[in-house]
C-alpha cells in the first residue's frame, strides 16, 4: 500500500500540486461564500415569513435579493462540488469501463466541463459590459445596477475551469479523482 501511496505521489507533479493548492483555496472560498449567501437567504425568507404574518408588514424586497443570493450560491459552489466529485455524472457507465477508459472518460468528462466554463466566463463577461453600458437596472424595488450581478456567471465559470483543469490534469496523469474516487465521496484532497 506504501508502494502505492509513493508512485501516485512521484506522478503527481509540483505544478499540479501548486494548482490544486490554489483551486482548493479558490473553491473553497466560493464555497465559504456561498454557503454564507443560503444562511443570509435563509435568514431574510424567515424574517420576511415573520413580518408578513405577524406584523402584515412584508418587506417586498426580500424575494428579490433571494433569487440573487441563490444565483450566487449555484455559481461560486459548484468547482467546490466538481471538486469533491459531486457534480452530476453517469457512474453506472463509468464504473463498468476498463481503467485505462474510466481515466479518458473522466478526462473528457473535465473538458466538457471546461468548455462550459470558458462559455459562462465569455458570455457573462460579454452580457455584464453591454449591461453596464446600457446601464440596465434590476426590475423590482431595488433597480440593481444587472452588470454587478452578471459578473457572477465570469467569475463562477473561473472558479469552475480552475477546478475542470485541475481533473482533467488529474485523469490524464493517472492519478485518481478527487473525493475518494469520483462521484459522492467525501473530502477535498
Given amino acids: 500500500m506504501g508502494n502505492i501511496s509513493s508512485d501516485l505521489q512521484r506522478r503527481e507533479s509540483l505544478a499540479l500540486r501548486a494548482l490544486g493548492q490554489v483551486v482548493r483555496v479558490l473553491a473553497g472560498a466560493g ?11 435563509l435568514c431574510l425568507i424567515g424574517w420576511a415569513v415573520v413580518m408578513r404574518y405577524s406584523f402584515n408588514a412584508a418587506p417586498v424586497w426580500v424575494d428579490e435579493v433571494v433569487g440573487f443570493l441563490l444565483v450566487a450560491v449555484v455559481m461560486l459552489a459548484a468547482a467546490r462540488t466538481l471538486r469533491q466529485g459531486e457534480h452530476i455524472g453517469v457512474d453506472l457507465m463509468v464504473d463498468r469501463l476498463a481503467p485505462a477508459a474510466r481515466r479518458w472518460a473522466r478526462a473528457w468528462a473535465a473538458l466538457a466541463v471546461g468548455v462550459v466554463a470558458c462559455v459562462l466566463i465569455i458570455n457573462g463577461w460579454g452580457t455584464a459590459s453591454l449591461a453596464r453600458m ?22 463562477g465559470g473561473a472558479l469552475l475551469l480552475l477546478a475542470a483543469i485541475e481533473a482533467c490534469w488529474r485523469a ?3 492519478l485518481p479523482a478527487l473525493g475518494k474516487g469520483g462521484h459522492g465521496g467525501g473530502g477535498d484532497a
Fill in 134 to 155: 446600457l446601464g440596465l437596472v434590476t426590475e423590482g424595488n431595488l433597480e440593481w445596477p444587472t452588470w454587478i450581478l452578471m459578473l457572477l456567471m465570469p467569475l
Fill in 172 to 174: 490524464l496523469a493517472g
Fill in 31 to 41: 464555497m465559504a461564500v456561498a454557503a454564507a449567501c443560503l444562511l443570509l437567504s
